[in-house]
């Protein structure tokens, strides 16, 4: 069963971030809004883990969130709107929010 | 609800009539609290409300039904630990009828 | 039959409500026998260290609480082992009867529930 993982919290905040790259299967997804977006700054720590991530994992993040944090999306990530982030929920078997 | 009186002293009781100072519990209490509900307490019944105090000893709450019936399971075996000879004894809502009656708070899990 | 739901219980248990609030659900799913796991994770294995004192700083005992988890029908029990290493607990004795799994078994572990729940 794919995941989508949805991820709101800043990386550097606490483990959050680190444990749900680990924990991810092999055809789960992640899906950045909110401070968690700071994780695709490039040259960043979070970024080279996302970077490392095996192929079949997709990454998306709220284009709003990037954008009010000056972050332009690069290499692997995917961005979506709202009605982009209500499909994807609807697309993966489970969703995990990590609050 | 009024709050309980016995030999003069007050007894405050929460708005479902659950005592709002659980140290005030005593043998007493518990009879005058089961006079309320128009009940008068066997031997039966003390050996249920001593084991929800344990209970809440152990575990500092009060349980729902079904643990109640696994926890009185556990101590007294399957003729007591059932549903129908809880209910029996407590009305038919063992959890929160003898919850009160054993000076617990209301079980937060009994929706 | 109703869906299966993995509780990840990832905070720890005195800071804030967070732990409360993923054993509140654990305890009321289990009361009316819904089929729950519970999964302690990252500062969540904290809940499980032993001979904590809450009463100290003014807290209910979370971990008391904890024990009831089995009579309320609630027995699958993890942690994970990297938490655990992270925080010097790997050789403690802990608090509840929990199953340690490592990342490749914590991954089959969530894919197994039909729904998460990480607080």
Not at chain 3, 67 to 82: E, H, I, K, M, T
Request: hydrophobic fraction near 45%; proline fraction near 6%; charged fraction near 20%.
């Amino acid at each position: 069963m794919a995941t989508l993982h949805l991820l709101s919290h800043s990386p550097f905040g606490d483990s959050r971030f680190a444990s749900c790259l680990a924990l991810l299967g092999r055809n789960d997804a992640l899906l950045l809004t909110g401070d968690a977006v700071h994780a695709l700054r490039a040259g960043s720590t979070p970024w080279e883990s996302v970077q490392q991530l095996p192929e079949g994992i997709a990454v998306f993040a709220l284009d709003e969130d990037l954008a009010a944090r000056g972050i332009a999306p690069s290499g692997r990530v995917q961005p979506v709107n709202y009605p982009g982030f209500v499909e994807l929920c609807c697309r993966y078997e489970k969703v995990n929010s990590w609050l | 609800m009024s709050d309980l009186i016995i030999d003069d002293r007050t007894i405050a009781l929460d708005k479902d009539g659950y005592l709002a100072d659980l140290s005030d519990w005593s043998t007493l209490v518990a009879e005058a609290l089961a006079a309320r509900e128009e009940l008068s307490l066997s031997q039966e019944h003390w050996e249920i409300l001593h084991l929800m105090r344990d209970f809440y000893t152990e575990f500092q709450l009060s349980p729902a039904t079904r643990p109640l019936i696994k926890y009185v399971a556990l101590k007294l075996g399957p003729e007591k630990g059932n549903s129908l000879h809880l209910n029996r004894l407590f009305k038919g809502t063992p959890a929160k009828l003898a919850a009160k009656l054993a000076g617990l708070p209301k079980p937060t899990n009994c929706l | 039959m109703a869906k299966s739901l993995l509780l990840v219980s990832r905070q720890a248990p005195w800071s804030g409500p967070g732990a409360r609030e993923a054993l509140d659900i654990a305890l009321a799913g289990g009361a009316f026998d819904l089929p729950i796991g519970m999964l302690f994770l990252d500062d969540g294995v904290f809940q499980l260290a032993p001979t904590q004192y809450p009463e100290a700083i003014q807290q209910k005992d979370l971990t008391a609480n904890l024990q009831a988890l089995p009579l309320f029908g609630v027995d699958s029990l993890y942690v994970a082992q990297r938490s655990l290493d992270e925080r010097g607990l790997a050789d403690t004795t802990l608090d509840l009867p929990v199953q340690c799994l490592d990342d490749a078994a914590l991954r089959d572990l969530i894919d197994r529930y039909d729904l998460v729940i990480t607080l």
